[in-house]
C-alpha cells in the first residue's frame, strides 16, 4: 500500500496519534487538580461497566517522557492530546493552577523536542464538576467561563501549538451526556440537550473570536464525530429515519459552522425542545476555522423500526458492536468536500477495538492493523478525488479508560498492562511505524 499512496500524501502530510487527558492521564486528584464531571459520574453505581475509573488510568501524568518516547520512536509527526479543564483551573473560573499548567508545558515543550507537532484539545469532555454545580453546558453562562479558559491556555502554551481544537464531538456530550444520560454528566432530557448543543457550539465561535483578538498563532477549529447513514432497507420510512439521524448528528453541528443555520427538519422534529437562540448566536458560531476534525469509527444503517443488527449483513464488527466500513470514510469526506465551504480536513480519530490477547510478550492484532490499513487507503482515495487532507491520527496511542466501557475495550495500537502498566507495541504499531518509514524513503 505505501508505494501506490507515496504520491499522495504530500510531504507536510501531518501522521499522528490521538489521546485524551481523562482516559491515560490517571493523577486524578495530584497536584491541586479539580473534580471533573467524568470523576464525579464514575462514582455513580452501574455508571461504568466495570464499575472503573481514571484515578489511575495509564499513568500518563508520571510517564509522560517515556510515552513522548514512545511517540517519537513510531515515526509519526505529531501528537493529539487534550487539556484536562479542571486540572489547569479547578474551578473552572478564577484561580489557576499552576503545577498543571506546568505538566503541559513539559508535554509541548517534549514534543517540540522529540521533532513532533503539538495538537491541542481544550475540551475533551471532561468538564469541572464546578462549573456542573452551576448548570454545566446547559447554562450559558459557561461559555464565558471556556472562553477565559481557551485564552489563558493559549497565553501560556499558544506560541508552541501547531493546532488547537475547541471540542471534541459535542454530539457526544450533548446526546450521549445530556439525553440518553449514559456519558457524564448523567443527564436525560432531550430539551436540555439541545441546548447543550447549542452553547457548545456557540463556546466554540466565541472561542475562535476570543483567540484571534488574542493574536493566536496556532491553527483553530473543532473535532466532530460523523458518520455517513444509509437506510437499511429502501422503504419510505426507513429512508425518512436516517435522513433525520443525519440531520441530528452530521447537519446539527455542520450546518451551523458553515452555513449559518441549525437545519429545519431537525428543528421541526425538536418542536418544543429546540434551544433558546439569542442574536448574533449563529454569526459567531459560524466564524471561519483553519481546519475541521474528523473523527470517523463506522457507518450507521438505520432502520425505522430499529431491527438492524451490526454484522448482519457479513460485515465485519469490532468490539464495540460497530461495522468495519472504510468506505463510509471517503464516502464522507466527499460529501463534506460537496455540500460545505470546508477548510482542510483531518482525521483526528480513527481506530477499532479488538478483543486482543498477549501471546508471548506479543500482540498480534491482525484486524486492528487491517482496519488502519484500509481506512489510511480510504484517505488516499478521497484524496484522489480532490479533498483537502491535512492529516491523519489514529485512535488511541495506547489501551486506556474506554468511558462508560471502562478498561474493557482496547483501542490502542500499544498495550498497556494495567496492572504494570507496562507498554507494548502491538503489531499495528509495528505495521504503522513501518508504513510511515517507508513513506520517508520516496
Given at each position: 500500500m505505501s508505494n501506490k499512496n507515496s504520491s499522495v500524501f504530500p510531504p507536510d502530510f501531518v501522521w499522528g496519534v490521538a489521546t485524551s487527558a481523562f482516559?491515560?492521564?490517571?493523577?486524578?486528584?495530584a497536584d491541586g487538580k479539580g473534580l471533573s464531571i467524568w470523576d464525579s459520574f464514575c462514582a455513580k453505581p452501574g455508571a461504568i461497566a466495570d464499575a472503573s475509573n481514571g484515578d489511575i488510568a495509564c499513568q500518563h501524568y508520571q510517564r509522560w517522557a517515556e510515552d513522548l518516547d514512545m511517540i517519537a520512536a513510531l515515526g509519526v509527526n505529531a501528537y493529539r492530546f487534550s487539556v484536562s479543564w479542571p486540572r489547569v483551573q479547578p474551578a473552572g473560573s478564577g484561580a489557576w493552577n499552576d503545577k498543571g499548567l506546568d505538566f503541559y508545558e513539559r508535554i509541548v515543550?517534549?514534543?517540540?523536542?522529540?521533532?513532533?507537532?503539538?495538537?491541542?484539545?481544550?475540551?475533551?469532555w471532561d468538564l469541572p464538576d464546578a462549573l456542573q454545580a452551576t448548570g454545566g453546558w446547559a447554562n450559558r453562562d459557561t461559555t464565558q467561563r471556556f472562553v477565559d479558559y481557551a485564552l489563558g491556555i493559549n497565553a501560556r502554551?499558544?506560541?508552541?501549538?501547531?493546532?488547537?481544537?475547541?471540542?471534541?464531538?459535542?454530539?457526544?456530550?450533548?446526546?450521549?451526556?445530556?439525553?440518553?444520560?449514559?456519558f457524564a454528566p448523567g443527564i436525560k432530557s432531550r430539551k436540555t440537550a439541545a441546548q447543550v448543543s447549542h452553547h457548545l457550539l456557540l463556546s466554540h465561535g466565541l472561542a475562535l473570536r476570543a483567540l484571534r483578538e488574542q493574536g493566536v498563532s496556532a491553527k483553530l477549529g473543532i473535532v466532530l464525530n460523523l458518520a455517513?447513514?444509509?437506510?437499511?432497507?429502501?422503504?419510505?420510512?426507513?429512508?425518512?429515519?436516517?435522513?433525520?439521524?443525519?440531520?441530528?448528528?452530521?447537519?446539527?453541528?455542520?450546518?451551523?459552522?458553515?452555513?449559518?443555520a441549525y437545519p429545519s427538519d431537525v428543528l421541526a422534529d425538536l418542536g418544543d425542545d429546540a434551544p433558546k437562540i439569542e442574536a448574533g448566536d449563529m454569526q459567531l458560531i459560524a466564524a471561519p476555522m483553519d481546519f475541521l476534525g474528523v473523527n470517523y469509527y463506522s457507518h450507521s444503517v438505520v432502520s425505522a423500526d430499529k431491527s438492524y443488527k451490526a454484522g448482519s449483513t457479513g460485515l465485519p464488527v469490532t468490539d464495540m458492536g460497530w461495522e468495519v466500513y472504510p468506505e463510509g470514510l471517503t464516502e464522507l469526506l466527499l460529501r463534506l468536500k460537496?455540500?460545505?465551504?470546508?477548510?482542510p480536513l483531518f482525521v483526528t480519530e480513527n481506530g477499532g477495538a479488538f478483543k486482543d490477547q498477549?501471546?508471548?510478550?506479543?500482540?498480534?492484532?491482525?484486524?486492528?492493523?487491517?482496519?488502519?490499513?484500509?481506512?489510511?487507503?480510504?484517505?488516499?482515495?478521497?484524496?484522489?478525488?480532490?479533498?483537502?487532507?491535512?492529516?491523519y491520527m489514529v485512535w488511541s496511542l495506547m489501551d486506556n479508560?474506554?468511558?462508560?466501557?471502562?478498561?474493557?475495550?482496547?483501542?490502542g495500537i500499544v498495550h498497556v498492562d494495567y496492572q504494570t502498566q507496562q507498554r507494548t507495541l502491538k503489531d499495528s504499531a509495528l505495521w504503522y511505524r513501518d508504513f510511515l518509514q517507508a513513506k520517508k524513503q520516496f
Open positions: 482516559q491515560i492521564e490517571g493523577a486524578s486528584a515543550d517534549g514534543l517540540l523536542a522529540r521533532g513532533l507537532q503539538p495538537h491541542l484539545t481544550l475540551n475533551h502554551l499558544g506560541d508552541r501549538l501547531a493546532s488547537i481544537a475547541t471540542h471534541n464531538e459535542p454530539w457526544v456530550v450533548a446526546t450521549l451526556g445530556h439525553e440518553a444520560g449514559i455517513p447513514m444509509h437506510p437499511a432497507t429502501d422503504t419510505a420510512a426507513d429512508r425518512a429515519q436516517a435522513s433525520l439521524e443525519d440531520g441530528r448528528l452530521l447537519r446539527w453541528y455542520l450546518d451551523p459552522l458553515f452555513k449559518g460537496r455540500d460545505y465551504p470546508v477548510p498477549m501471546v508471548n510478550g506479543q500482540v498480534h492484532d491482525q484486524d486492528r492493523l487491517d482496519y488502519l490499513a484500509r481506512h489510511i487507503e480510504a484517505v488516499a482515495e478521497a484524496m484522489r478525488q480532490g479533498v483537502d487532507m491535512g492529516g479508560f474506554e468511558w462508560a466501557s471502562g478498561y474493557e475495550k482496547r483501542f
